[in-house]
């Protein structure tokens, strides 16, 4: 996969409110979709990801669905908090023999209490 | 495992000086990567190692920059000559085989400034 396109660039919502971030990339072979969170000033942290075969996974408060028809695959936070504010990032990895994941250009969240 | 470990965590340097950035992976991950971070350009990997070996240095800027992994816990990123441009965060990721089944661990990274 070498193109991935996420969107809003920046999102600011009330808190209890939810949030959707949403990529789309090109390579049909992509399968494999992370999405990793950044605090300020601290590394990428692996929040949750999912697999071509899966439509959608939930872990608590977060969500990821998958349309492969479509080429994009969102994540949703549901009652957001404060501690939610941060750079989110999209990534795809199409597997074969380039063996790296391409990431969007990140999503600033901010959570206003 | 205490993770992916890099130091220094904040490197200022003068131009033209040589910086060598450091990381050890974690325990078992077959995969180092180098990554680097700027607001303009996102997350940019610069190049990454299978078991020691450079597979894709398709991203390093250009020759000033070298990486290398001698053994399977410790790889160097370095710049030389640096210039103001190279300032970033430069992370350092590991990971398993198969991508697929477990993504990325991200170290701390490094924060350079070069003045």
């Known amino acids: 996969g070498e193109n991935v396109e996420q969107h809003p660039s920046t999102l600011s919502v009330q808190e209890g409110d939810s949030a959707v971030i949403k990529c789309t990339y090109s390579?049909?072979?992509?399968?494999?979709f992370p999405w990793y969170k950044q605090e300020l000033g601290k590394r990428p942290q692996l929040i949750i990801d999912i697999r071509s075969n899966v439509g959608e996974k939930k872990d608590q408060r977060i969500a990821v669905t998958l349309n492969k028809t479509a080429k994009h695959f969102s994540l949703h936070i549901t009652e957001t908090q404060p501690e939610d504010s941060a750079v989110y990032f999209c990534a795809e990895y199409s597997g074969g023999s380039n063996y790296k994941l391409t990431f969007g250009k990140g999503t600033l969240l901010t959570v206003n209490p | 495992d205490a993770g992916v470990i890099q130091s220094p965590r904040h490197e200022v340097t003068e131009m033209g000086q040589e910086v060598t950035l450091r990381c050890k992976p974690i325990?078992?991950?077959?995969?180092l990567f180098w990554y680097r971070q700027t607001m303009m350009r996102g997350l940019e990997l610069l190049i990454y190692f299978n078991n020691n070996v450079p597979i894709d240095d398709s991203g390093m800027p250009e020759d000033r920059f070298s990486a290398k992994m001698p053994n399977a816990s410790f790889s160097t990123l370095k710049i030389q000559p640096s210039e103001p441009r190279d300032s970033a965060v430069y992370f350092c990721a590991s990971s398993p085989a198969p991508l697929g089944n477990y993504g990325y661990t991200f170290g701390s990274g490094t924060r350079l400034t070069v003045v």
């Open positions: 325990s078992g991950h077959d995969y």
């Open positions: 390579d049909s072979a992509s399968n494999y």
